[in-house]
């Protein structure tokens, strides 16, 4: 989590920060989504977030502004706690609220097991990547295969190994050289079935 206080104050003794923002990370993939999935005014997406989080919900939030600025109708649910330790619990809630809102086209998990368990959330709810559009955060395996089978369609990829290899650069040039902080947002990478093949031996291996 970023410390944008503690990085004004300490950014000439080298204090930086790396990793996602969340807000703009939302964006990103909810632009996305409007680029890949061809979405148009009046479409409907579900949202399944974290909106009830102040900090972590900025990233659903990021994903319904920018979906919503293209009038895209939001249908949202918050991810329970049950859910959220267990991804295989939302397989009855996710086929109920699919079944309920036939108009939905698009849907978004903003958690990465859920993101992971997209395919069988999907075929619960007898929806095919042709009549829905998916998307969500974090590579993983599960998520890889989903990417390449064509059951998900896009993917916000935190790049989480910049998250920790960058930082060690960074100390070192401030020890050594005395550079100010750096601020990196990696959570700018989309990954989709077209291009999944080239990061899916990095995602095994946990580097991507």
């Not at 049950?82 to 698009?106: E, R, W, Y």
């Not at 395996?141 to 060690?168: C, E, H, R």
């Amino acid at each position: 989590m970023a410390l944008p206080e503690s990085e004004a104050k300490y950014k000439n003794a080298g204090f930086g920060y790396v990793g996602a923002h969340n807000y703009s990370a939302g964006q990103n993939l909810g632009r996305g989504i409007l680029n890949r999935c061809d979405v148009e005014k009046g479409d409907s997406a579900f949202v399944w977030g974290l909106l009830g989080q102040e900090a972590r919900g900025q990233r659903t939030k990021g994903v319904i502004d920018a979906l919503k600025k293209a009038g895209v109708k939001i249908e949202y649910l918050e991810i329970s706690d049950s859910v959220n330790k267990d991804p295989t619990q939302g397989i009855p809630t996710f086929a109920a609220f699919l079944a309920s809102n036939p108009d939905i086209n698009v849907v978004v998990t903003d958690h990465g097991a859920l993101t992971a368990t997209l395919p069988s959330y999907l075929k619960a709810a007898n929806r095919s990547g042709e009549n829905t559009c998916a998307a969500g955060f974090d590579l993983s395996s599960a998520t890889v295969q989903g990417l390449q089978s064509g059951k998900i369609d896009l993917v916000l990829d935190q790049q989480p190994f910049l998250q920790g290899y960058l930082p060690i650069h960074q100390l070192y040039l401030s020890t050594k050289f005395g550079f100010a902080g750096m601020n990196i947002d990696t959570g700018a990478a989309l990954i989709t079935p077209q291009n999944v093949d080239a990061v899916a031996d990095l995602a095994q291996a946990a580097i991507r």
